[in-house]
């Protein structure tokens, strides 16, 4: 069954037919979030406050557009909404804070799987630092394989915003990289 | 190929969404072109890591916790209730109870909504009869955005300033050119204003502004504003309506001039 006929049996009140929607989407959504909220614990935040809403506001949905689009659309204003109440630090910045240069050192770690792990955490750490307006687009197209139009749709602005904003975004992110020696 | 035009070639390259000719051009110049070759290697690289960060599955007794929120979600009901509105049935027997039942709701909306109407009524004249009184509420949060210390009259033209960002300098050395030169409005619905001009305002965080009201049309002066500084606030622009700009503001704002100037932004209202 595609989205449209689910979409269809939903409004009818096929409660299972919305399970299967989310079923299918979670992953997707939950992978979306959790670069833009930076832990697990608020992205399945988001992933639960997304389908609930969908499912409130699903009358209102305009089939002229993909389901998709609509629900990330959904999904990052919700992430937004969570990063704003969000008021403690990550674990890292703490432990930064209190031991310094000293903690960097610790984690200079020899091995190749070590050096992976550690590369990875700083590229998470430096999406965290983009704005979200910047960080969100980047997420859409290089984890989610959104096209220009489809993250114009999902975020509501000009495809030209778009490439702008994808454009700061990886510049950001190379120089912040490039600080920490992660090169390309 | 100027470094602008290649560093968006680049993008477009990268993303699949440049055109043939394009894309021949690029590739070509990449055999011979060292810094273009690195430039489309790191972003290839940046995607290949940023792809290995996803693959994350929610945990099994999420998904089910999920399921079952959605199962007893309440907006059920109303799906329900538009469901029954959208395929009425006609019943010959139904019954004066019932078709009386169906009129309460909409009698309680219409009595809501006329004291909601008297409500503001009252409100309006009480801010007639006393322009000095304390501003209201929502005038006290845009007032608190902009600058704490300023006595907010409604009603009339104020300005307000919020602090210089560092190394900017003092107004009486900006340089202004003339209002018509640069000028970019948004068309906002009446409702939204506020909310465009207060995510207007935290958009462009240390940019000096003077703020002025006339009625439900707001403006801003940007001051100093570098032509990035713009070109960002454009964008942002965007997502609170319809936005015009002068041909000489967009000029500016694509040459990426290191000038900065004072930008004027207006939020008109709409009747939408």
New interface residues.
């Given amino acids: 069954m595609n989205d449209e006929e689910l979409i269809e049996r ?4 096929d ?1 299972e037919a ?2 299967r929607l ?2 299918k989407y ?2 997707r959504v ?2 979306l979030a ?2 833009i909220v930076g832990n ?1 614990e608020d992205a ?1 935040d988001v ?2 406050d997304t ?2 809403q969908a ?2 506001h ?2 209102n949905f305009r089939r002229s557009s993909r389901f998709y689009t609509w629900l990330y659309r959904i999904a990052y204003n919700s992430a937004v909404g969570a990063l704003r109440k969000r008021r403690k630090t990550s674990s890292i910045d703490a432990a930064t804070e209190e031991f310094g240069d000293s903690f960097e050192a610790q984690i200079d770690a020899p091995d190749a799987e070590a050096r992976r792990q550690d ?2 955490r700083l ?2 750490e430096a ?1 965290e630092k983009l704005p979200v ?1 910047y960080r969100a687009p ?2 859409m ?4 394989g959104a ?2 139009e489809q993250i114009a749709e999902a975020l ?3 495809v ?2 778009v ?5 700061r975004a ?2 950001a ?2 120089e912040s990289l490039e600080r920490v020696g992660v090169g ?1 | 190929m100027e470094t602008n035009e290649q ?2 070639l680049v ?2 390259y990268v ?3 440049c055109s043939s000719v394009e894309r021949a051009a690029i590739e070509a110049r990449a055999q011979t072109d060292e810094r273009l070759r ?1 430039e489309i ?3 290839m ?3 290949r ?11 099994a007794d ?2 089910e ?3 079952s ?3 007893e ?1 309440p ?2 009901d ?3 209730a ?2 029954r509105t959208e395929s009425p049935r006609v019943n010959a027997n139904s019954n004066r109870a019932e078709r009386r039942a169906a009129l309460v709701p909409a009698i309680v909306g219409t009595a809501v909504v006329v004291a909601l109407v008297a409500l503001c009524a009252l409100a309006f004249l009480r801010l007639r009869q006393a322009p000095t009184d304390k501003p209201m509420a929502e005038e006290n949060a845009l007032e608190k955005v902009a600058t704490p210390e300023t006595d907010l009259i409604p009603e009339q033209n104020v300005v307000i300033r919020t602090p210089a960002a560092e190394g900017n300098p003092a107004p009486n050395e900006s340089k202004t050119l003339s209002e018509d030169q640069f000028w970019s409005t948004a068309i906002v619905p009446v409702d939204d204003l506020k909310k465009a001009t207060f995510r207007f305002q935290t958009q462009c965080g240390k940019l000096e502004l003077e703020f002025t009201k006339f009625d439900n049309d707001v403006e801003f002066l940007v001051r100093n504003a570098g032509s990035d500084d713009w ?1 960002e606030l454009s ?2 622009l ?2 609170f309506g319809a936005l015009r700009e002068s041909q000489a503001l967009r000029d500016w704002r694509d040459s990426s001039a290191e000038s900065t100037q004072d930008v004027r932004v207006s939020f008109k209202t709409s009747e939408e």
């Fill in positions: 939903t409004l009818a009140g409660k919305f399970g989310a079923q979670q992953d939950y992978n959790l670069p697990a399945l992933v639960q389908f609930l499912l409130s699903l009358a590369d990875a590229l998470r999406l307006e980047l997420v197209r290089e984890i989610d096209n220009y509501d602005v000009p030209g915003t490439r702008s904003r994808l454009h990886r510049a992110l190379r390309g | 560093n968006e993008d477009l993303d699949g969404e690195s290697a790191w972003a690289t940046l995607r890591r940023l792809k290995a960060m996803s693959g994350a599955q929610v945990p999420f998904s916790r999920l399921q929120a959605l199962r979600s907006a059920w109303a799906l329900s538009a469901s070109a964008s942002a965007d997502e």
